[in-house]
């Protein structure tokens, strides 16, 4: 596992993207569940994506919207202890770290300024810096947002860095303009066709990786791999393996 972990972070694999387990194996397990992370392992990724929210006691908790299915509170304003109480499965980062092993991780920090949640003192991006310290993941981690200044707070501490690139921008557009984050992450929305060659060629002077989500079609998996995309974040890992290992 150790080549896997030097691609994601440095030397992305020369003749394949990464396959990154988007939320952990969803397709055969719970997302952002301990058991999606280690069967996304078990399958064959590269890499995990999870999602990180903040607890009001300071804890970080993986799990994608801002309120649980069948709470009205939003996470930020429950404890750790609650949320594990009425809601067990939902591990924290340090269990999802643990989980995934020596796998790489894209730890998204959800901060968006919808959401109840809404964070705009970056206390949620802070706490990631400080927990990837204290278990030394520095070098298996890549620290992701919609929001740039989230992520640029990341990039500040030294951590790895990529921009997810929200949907009224273009990838094209970015590069006009790039903050300086070592992975630019459109969705596949915005790279149908040619325009996917055409937007790996616009970073390669920045020397940033393109990596794309959601792709669970493997004519998509393909041609993006063509193109140069170093990472394919996918739903499915049954079907990455075989079409992007063969």
């Known amino acids: 596992m150790t080549g896997d972990r030097r691609r994601a972070t440095g030397d992305a694999h020369a003749d394949r993207p990464l396959i990154v387990a988007h939320r952990g194996a969803r397709s055969v397990a719970p997302e952002n569940t301990v058991e999606a992370f280690l069967r996304a392992g078990e399958l064959g990724a590269d890499g995990v994506e999870l999602d ?51 796998l790489w991780v894209d730890i998204e920090v959800k901060n968006n300024p919808a959401d ?21 993941a520095r ?7 919609f929001n740039l200044p989230t992520v640029d707070e990341a990039r500040a501490a030294g951590l790895e860095t ?13 590069a006009g303009e790039w903050p300086g984050h070592r992975w630019v992450l459109p969705s596949k929305d915005a790279v149908q066709g040619p325009m996917a060659d055409r937007v790996v060629e616009a970073f390669i002077p920045f020397d940033v990786r393109v990596g794309v989500w959601t792709v669970n079609d493997p004519d998509e998996m393909l041609r993006l791999a063509r193109a140069g995309v170093k990472a394919i974040f996918t739903d499915d890992m049954e079907l990455a393996v075989r079409t992007l290992r063969g």
């Open 162 to 174: 990529g921009w997810l690139l929200p949907r009224g921008i273009e990838p094209l557009t970015a």
């Open 52 to 102: 990180v929210r903040l607890t009001v006691d300071g804890h970080l908790v993986v799990h994608h919207d801002a309120v649980i299915a069948g709470e009205t509170t939003p996470i930020n304003r429950l404890g750790l202890t609650e949320v594990r109480r009425r809601h067990p499965a939902v591990p924290t980062l340090s269990e999802a770290m643990e989980a995934c092993g020596d």
């Open 139 to 145: 070098d298996r981690v890549l620290v992701s947002s």
């Open 116 to 136: 109840p949640d809404w964070d705009p003192e970056d206390r949620a991006v802070h706490t990631t810096i400080e927990e990837i310290d204290r278990i030394g």
